[in-house]
């Protein structure tokens, strides 16, 4: 069965520290991968995606993720974490093995906290 | 260009009412899709419908149901409320047809059910 996980549920880091969200998926064929950001009482917003390709992949707000295949991981990554940082990350996998669709699933979250 | 928006924003509903939400998704996109948040569950999916068709279902009861029209606005419904479908239900369009799961959110519509 297709999961995600997210082995830290809450995480806080100094700004200006560098950060790293770890993911760890499972799911039969290539995975197509994703990180959102939840501030309070929004939506969530794409920060980057993985497809194929190359397997580093940049987002926006000068994030960046690593895929794995042998690892089976997608951790995000920031050199230098800012104030505005502090929200509730999301890994996902998207569902496309059984044809075309839009459903992801979604790890279970890390909050980020930055001290400042 | 306009995001995803849905409406009513916040609502309140007792057990055993229903409700309806709406969602317009962003001018072109034809994939709808929406998700459960709750504390304890996280990110659930629970339908997607893509050129009025749903194409894909979550593990929901039947009284969780939605629809498409021709302008590619959606709208979900729920009957016969239970106090644990309060949560915040997140509505996502999408442009490419062929599925990739790259999805553009709106803000949500939070439900509490007394």
Same mark, same amino acid.
């Given at each position: 069965?297709?999961?995600?996980?997210? !082995?830290?549920?809450?995480?806080?880091?100094?700004?200006?520290?560098?950060?790293?969200?770890?993911?760890?998926?499972?799911?039969?064929?290539?995975?197509?991968?994703?990180?959102?950001?939840?501030? !309070?009482?929004?939506?969530?917003?794409?920060?980057?995606?993985?497809?194929?390709?190359?397997?580093?992949?940049?987002?926006?707000?000068?994030?960046?993720?690593?895929?794995?295949?042998?690892?089976?991981?997608?951790?995000?990554?920031? !050199?230098?974490?800012?104030?505005?940082?502090?929200?509730?990350?999301?890994?996902?996998?998207?569902?496309?093995?059984?044809?075309?669709?839009?459903?992801?699933?979604?790890?279970?979250?890390?909050?980020?906290?930055?001290? !400042? | 260009?306009?995001?995803?928006?849905?409406?009513?924003?916040?609502?309140?509903?007792?057990?055993?009412?229903?409700?309806?939400?709406?969602?317009?998704?962003?001018?072109?996109?034809?994939?709808?899709?929406?998700?459960?948040?709750?504390?304890?569950?996280?990110?659930? +999916?629970?339908?997607?419908? +893509?050129?009025?068709?749903?194409?894909?279902?979550?593990? +929901?009861?039947?009284?969780?149901?939605?629809?498409?029209?021709?302008?590619?606005?959606?709208?979900?419904?729920?009957?016969?409320?239970?106090?644990?479908?309060?949560?915040?239900?997140?509505?996502?369009?999408?442009?490419?047809?062929?599925?990739?799961?790259?999805? +553009?959110?709106?803000?949500?519509?939070?439900?509490?059910?007394?």
């Amino acid at each position: 069965a297709q999961s995600v996980t997210q !082995p830290d549920i809450h995480i806080t880091v100094s700004e200006g520290a560098s950060l790293e969200l770890r993911c760890n998926y499972s799911y039969g064929a290539t995975p197509y991968l994703f990180w959102y950001v939840q501030s !309070p009482g929004q939506g969530l917003q794409l920060l980057l995606k993985y497809f194929s390709g190359d397997t580093l992949v940049q987002g926006i707000k000068g994030f960046e993720a690593e895929f794995k295949r042998s690892q089976s991981s997608f951790n995000l990554r920031k !050199p230098s974490v800012h104030w505005s940082d502090a929200a509730e990350y999301f890994c996902a996998v998207g569902v496309h093995s059984s044809g075309a669709t839009n459903k992801l699933i979604f790890g279970t979250g890390t909050l980020l906290a930055v001290q !400042p | 260009k306009a995001g995803v928006t849905q409406t009513p924003r916040y609502l309140i509903k007792t057990r055993g009412q229903q409700v309806t939400l709406s969602c317009s998704p962003i001018s072109g996109h034809r994939s709808v899709s929406w998700y459960q948040q709750t504390p304890g569950q996280g990110l659930q +999916f629970l339908f997607e419908y +893509f050129s009025e068709t749903q194409r894909n279902k979550g593990n +929901f009861p039947g009284r969780f149901s939605g629809r498409q029209f021709s302008n590619s606005r959606s709208e979900m419904n729920v009957s016969t409320l239970e106090l644990g479908d309060s949560a915040l239900y997140l509505c996502a369009s999408s442009l490419a047809g062929v599925g990739t799961g790259e999805l +553009f959110f709106g803000e949500g519509s939070r439900l509490t059910v007394l």
